[in-house]
């Protein structure tokens, strides 16, 4: 089913645009996510929003259509289970939990810290909207805001404004640096106060191993566990804005002096598939990095969070998250008796382990 919104960005007056559209890792997890409550998971068919006209643009500017839409990729040879049942996750690191509940269900290298590319803009968003900016405020591209570190490409042209609401969409359905850079420009402080607010919100939510050079992840410097990362994603679920933004399937761009408008697809091809109900994504890429996703799903009737961390090839993280999607439906995990130290999420004596 397709999901359709529209969002209103600004141009500048020589730029008129419209826009359609186990063990420590449980009790840190349990720690950190004692207090979250799943919320809203199940997603609406369709989600409106009314273009606005922006009330604080120095110049006059014509509005900017934007329109959201609402695939299965698979690996051929690989199997979905390991010899001793568990999800055969190609992932360098990984972590796999029930938010609900806080067991871990699978985890693989995951305390080890990588870089974590663009999975950074999750956390751009939310200081964002922790600082309680305008969304509804045009935010110009500027030149300071194109990547010079890895020369990464956007089709937003410089001296373009768009809203701010518009730019966080832009960031985390598209992953668009450009509009990521803008967000941290134009934050209270500029750029150094928004990193400053990236690594604050990380140590507020119990993200040890987390740390934060940039708003956009094009920095290598942007590193975390797997296991932190999961705690990110489920702070970042609490936002009813990044869940509709960072599952949003599709976004066109009209520019200034265009009749055809710019598909922009979500990065992450799952959040159009029937199969899935999303309801927090984000992926990321830098060679550094690897190919990267995390993401929020309803799995077995319960949110479950799951971090797939330097994948190699270009489908191997979706496959690897279709795997873990499929174990965990099969029900092959189960409590049995083992060491209470073993994963202390759970009751004592008890700890997750493959049914074979």
Not at 11 to 16: A, F, N, W
Not at 246 to 263: C, Q, R
Not at 298 to 322: C, E, F, K, Q, Y
């Amino acid at each position: 089913m397709q999901k359709t919104t529209k969002r209103t960005a600004m141009s500048s007056s020589s730029h008129h645009a419209r826009v359609s559209g186990a063990g420590n890792i449980g009790r840190r997890l349990m720690l950190g996510l004692g207090a979250l409550v799943f919320a809203g998971m199940m997603l609406p068919e369709t989600a409106f929003a009314q273009s606005q006209t922006l009330k604080h643009a120095k110049k006059k500017a014509t509005p900017v259509k934007v329109t959201v839409k609402t695939a299965k990729s698979s690996e051929r040879g690989v199997a979905d289970l390991t010899k001793d049942g568990q999800p055969n996750v190609i992932s360098h690191a990984a972590m796999v939990f029930d938010q609900a509940t806080g067991r871990p269900l699978f985890a693989k290298n995951a305390e080890m810290i990588v870089p974590i590319a663009s999975i950074t803009k999750l956390m751009t968003a939310m200081i964002v909207l922790d600082a309680k900016q305008n969304l509804d405020e045009p935010v110009i591209i500027d030149s300071a805001d194109v990547d010079t570190l890895k020369n990464s490409r956007s089709r937003l042209p410089v001296g373009t404004a768009f809203r701010r609401e518009d730019l966080m969409r832009l960031a985390l359905m598209a992953s668009d640096n450009r509009a990521a850079a803008a967000l941290g420009r134009t934050y209270p402080g500029g750029m150094t106060a928004a990193v400053e607010a990236m690594n604050a919100k990380a140590q507020s939510v119990g993200l040890q191993s987390t740390h934060f050079v940039d708003p956009t992840g094009l920095a290598p410097g942007n590193v975390a566990s797997a296991q932190d990362l999961a705690m990110m994603v489920a702070e970042a679920s609490k936002h009813p804005q990044i869940r509709e933004f960072s599952t949003a399937p599709e976004l066109f761009v009209t520019l200034p002096n265009s009749k055809h408008a710019m598909g922009f697809n979500n990065t992450n091809a799952l959040v159009k598939s029937q199969g899935w109900n999303i309801g927090v994504s984000k992926t990321g890429f830098i060679n550094e990095a690897g190919k990267c996703l995390v993401m929020q799903a309803i799995i077995g009737n319960n949110p479950v969070i799951i971090v797939l961390m330097d994948s190699w090839g270009r489908l191997t993280r979706i496959g690897d998250a279709n795997r873990v999607k499929k174990w965990i439906e099969s029900g092959k995990y189960a409590l049995v008796q083992t060491n209470p130290l073993a994963s202390p999420l759970l009751p004592s004596g008890a700890a997750l382990k493959p049914a074979i």
